[in-house]
């Protein structure tokens, strides 16, 4: 019997339709995916997430040999890299990249580690940052970021501790609220605390507190002084309560605005000032006044013993460049009490009616003459 071919094809319609209900599913890749695990965990490579308690921990994601293999009951955990993360029980919202990172970890959250072994001690301690080889290896205390191979990298218990750089803070162990930028900045501190140093090497050697380095080597020589305040200065060792700026036989020139409202004079030509008083007590307070003088000009106006030379003879004389400031400030007369001297609250000028002469009169009633060639004391 002949049938049409028109017949044949709607014959052949429901076969067509029946192979496409018992083909599989259409994926956008092919094979599909594994490793995923309820509650939005991800697990890919040899023991990952083992111990996960699936119906406690979520969010979480292990990529690699043991990565997160301990934990449990922890969620948003992110660990990418053999064994990282391995101990990790019920910590959460820790991020590690890199083989071993955070690999101590138990119940520390909110830490992000990036690099081999970075933070590989840290336990229990929150809220830190490690970013390069070693970054905060010893690491147990909270609060510290650490950026460039290691960095932190002896830091136990110290906690706010900033450091960016290569070698940056590398010695620090238990000091507290440090700040360093720059390689091999703040390298040997220890245990000071609240120091801050921002160039290469800034402030290498010192274990002191609360100093200020900013600038290459810039306190580079200081080692336990603290109070110190060095800009592209390498500083005196042991030095303390000191303020350096500048690098002598570089800098030549100083603009400071706003000083007591005074304009400082120019040193040019050299000058001799001589005290010729000689008793102990008052060549100190001749110092003290030209210590407050030229204590922002003046390299060695931290020292006495840079101010004043003594000669044989027990005459007290100023270094050159002091002794031509104070000579161009105060050799015209003053009204009494005006004028606070540049640099110096505790002194006024006075013409105290003393031959004529300038004054600087001290809170104990103390005066000295200044003038061409000589300062000395009345009373």
């Not at 890919?44 to 083992?50: I, K, S």
């Not at 449990?72 to 990790?88: D, P, Q, R, W």
């Not at 200020?212 to 200065?233: E, Q």
């Not at 400082?264 to 006044?289: N, Q, W």
Request: glycine share 12%; proline share 3%; hydrophobic share 35%.
């Amino acid at each position: 019997m002949n049938r049409s071919p028109l017949r044949r094809r709607l014959l052949l319609i429901p076969l067509v339709l029946v192979c496409f209900a018992l083909s599989p599913t259409a994926r956008a890749v092919d094979p599909p995916p594994d490793g995923g695990y309820p509650n939005n965990n991800t697990a890919e490579g040899e023991d990952a997430l083992f111990s996960l308690d699936t119906l406690l921990g979520t969010d979480n994601t292990a990529i690699g040999f043991d990565a997160l293999y301990n934990n449990t009951t922890g969620s948003f955990n992110t660990a990418s890299g053999s064994k990282a993360l391995e101990f990790n029980t019920i910590g959460f919202s820790n991020t590690a990249t890199g083989d071993v990172a955070l690999y101590n970890n138990t119940t520390g959250y909110q830490n992000t580690a990036t690099g081999t072994e970075a933070l590989v001690s840290n336990t229990t301690a929150n809220n830190n940052t490690a970013n390069g080889f070693e970054a905060l290896y010893f690491n147990t205390g909270n609060d510290n970021t650490a950026a460039g191979a290691f960095a932190l990298v002896s830091t136990t218990t110290g906690i706010g501790n900033t450091a960016d750089g290569v070698h940056a803070l590398h010695r620090n162990t238990i000091g507290n609220y440090n700040t360093a930028s720059g390689q091999g900045a703040l390298f040997r501190n220890t245990t000071g605390g609240n120091n801050t140093a921002d160039g290469q090497n800034a402030r290498r050697n010192t274990i002191g507190s609360s100093n200020i380095a900013l600038g290459s080597y810039a306190g580079f020589n200081l080692t336990t002084g603290s109070n110190n305040i060095d800009i592209f200065d390498r500083g005196v060792v042991g030095e303390a309560n000191t303020i350096r700026i500048g690098t002598q036989g570089t800098q030549g020139t100083t603009f400071i605005a706003g000083i007591s409202g005074a304009t400082v004079p120019a040193l040019k030509s050299p000058a001799c000032l001589c005290v010729s008083e000689r008793g102990a007590g008052r060549m100190a307070d001749a110092a003290r006044v030209l210590q407050r003088l030229i204590c922002a000009w003046h390299r060695e106006a931290a020292t006495v013993s840079g101010l004043l030379t003594q000669s044989a003879d027990g005459i007290f004389a100023a270094c050159a460049d002091v002794a031509q400031l104070v000579e161009q400030r105060f050799r015209k007369p003053q009204v009494t009490g005006s004028n606070p001297v540049v640099g110096c609250p505790l002194f006024r000028i006075s013409d105290g009616g003393l031959l004529g002469r300038s004054m600087l009169k001290n809170r104990l009633g103390h005066y000295w003459a200044i003038g061409r060639g000589s300062a000395r004391h009345y009373g």
